[in-house]
């Protein structure tokens, strides 16, 4: 089993994230990079490269090679991780691509991932991999430390066109100051709480930032799609579309769909 050690998960804890000593394989994380590429140039105007959902659905098949994004959503040592943060029983209900373009990759403002999301209790771990050099120069993600720990913060909506999000943090809510930039070589991974604060400055350098998100749940969590609020929170994608996948454990809540929508991805997916 992949461990952290006691120290390691103190910090996140009182910080709400971490940086594991942990790196995925070099072949891995190139056939990641392969993938990344694929899916842009295969997906089109369907979806922005700065956004891309659920890439683990993409059909491969016709590159003769397997999806690495599902590959690594149920590798053993990033689960081992996950499960020491919130348990043994584990859902993956979304997998992520942020691929922020060199020059024109939009600012993402300080905002908690808590406030969009519609699972109760609000429980979750991101498992963010680098699959770029990513730095502060490229829009490195940014986290303020311990802001985990006071509960949701109150978010305005914003019309800005150079903001990926459309809900952002007031400023007099936070100190800036503290912000610790999250600068990550290609195949290493931080994880951090739902309800940390965190944005990313715009990419105005000649390199791209791209990374694989993955989103886990405890699956004694309710991912209940009644609560998405389409009107506060615009996304190229639907939440209530989400394909939950138990990865490790049992559905102990009882209550989560772990069949909806697995299809209508593969449907979408097989035809790009």
């Known amino acids: 089993m992949t461990k952290m050690s006691n120290e390691q998960l103190a910090y996140y804890k009182e910080n709400g994230y971490i940086f594991p000593d942990f ?31 659920n890439p683990h659905f993409l059909d491969f098949s016709s590159e003769g090679v397997s999806n690495p994004f599902m590959e690594v959503a149920s590798h053993p040592g990033i689960l081992d991780l996950v499960e020491q ?38 429980e979750t771990c991101t498992v963010w ?14 986290f303020i430390p311990g802001s985990h720990d006071a509960g949701l913060y109150r978010h305005h909506m914003s019309d800005r066109k150079d903001l990926v999000l459309n809900l952002e943090l007031d400023d007099d809510q936070f100190d800036e100051s503290k912000a610790v930039n999250v600068e990550l070589a290609p195949g290493a991974i931080s994880m951090h709480h739902v309800k940390i604060i965190h944005g990313s ?37 639907n939440l209530t579309e989400q394909p939950l996948m138990l990865m490790r454990g049992s559905d102990v809540s009882g209550k989560n769909d772990l069949v909806s929508n697995h299809d209508y991805w593969k449907e979408r997916y097989s035809k790009v």
């Not at 770029?132 to 490229?138: A, P, Q, R, S």
Request: net charge positive; glycine share 4%; aromatic share 8%.
């Open 23 to 53: 790196k995925l394989p070099d072949d891995l994380t190139h056939r990641l990079q392969s993938g990344i590429d694929s899916a842009i140039q295969r997906l089109g105007d369907k979806f922005k490269p700065e956004d891309i959902p």
């Open 201 to 237: 400055h715009a990419n105005t350098s000649a390199s791209r930032r791209a990374a694989l998100v993955l989103r886990y749940m405890p699956a004694s969590s309710h991912y209940d799609r009644s609560l998405v609020n389409h009107d506060r929170f615009k996304s190229p994608f």
């Open 85 to 122: 943060i919130i348990g043994p029983d584990i859902i993956l209900w979304i997998a992520r691509v942020f691929c922020k373009p060199s020059i024109t990759g939009r600012e993402v403002p300080w905002h908690q991932d808590g406030e969009y999301w519609p699972m109760r209790p609000l």
């Open 129 to 142: 991999i680098a699959l770029d050099e990513v730095t502060t120069k490229n829009g490195c993600m940014r």
